[in-house]
Nanobody, 123 residues
Framework: QVQLVESGGGLVQAGGSLRLSCAAS????????MGWFRQAPGKEREFVAAISWSGGSQFYADSVKGRFTISRDNAKNTVYLQMNSLKPEGTAVYYC????????????????WGKGTLVTVSE
């Protein structure tokens, strides 16, 4: 089992930045890929970014490429999502996720979910 706890959400103006963190505990020695999904009000949960176990490969949704950066520190069992140039449509609950090595990022890939952290981007 892996437990995931997100932090770092909050209210930010459009154009601003936030950094989300996700602390993992439990079976953290397993070579999980880590990722972020988000779910806006009334919408389905969607993929945002993912990173390989080593951190050498990153994957992004087209909507966030060039603005968001995913990274991980395996010594701290933590994955980060640096979000720059935030847009109002980025308002959502952001969920940390863990799953096996993959190149496909549907919700079906996820073995473990965090409870989410709310990001609100104002006009």
């Amino acid at each position: 089992q892996v437990q995931l706890v997100e932090s770092g959400g909050g209210l930010v103006q459009a154009g601003g930045s936030l950094r989300l963190s996700c602390a993992a505990s439990g079976r953290t020695s397993s070579p999980y890929y880590m990722g972020w999904f988000r779910q806006a009000p009334g919408k389905e949960r969607e993929f945002v970014a993912a990173i390989s176990w080593s951190g050498g490969s990153q994957f992004y949704a087209d909507s966030v490429k060039g603005r968001f950066t995913i990274s991980r520190d395996n010594a701290k069992n933590t994955v980060y999502l640096q979000m720059n140039s935030l847009k109002p449509e980025g308002t959502a609950v952001y969920y940390c996720a863990a799953g096996p090595p993959s190149s496909r990022w549907s919700t079906g890939w996820v073995d473990y979910w965090g409870k989410g952290t709310l990001v609100t981007v104002s006009e």
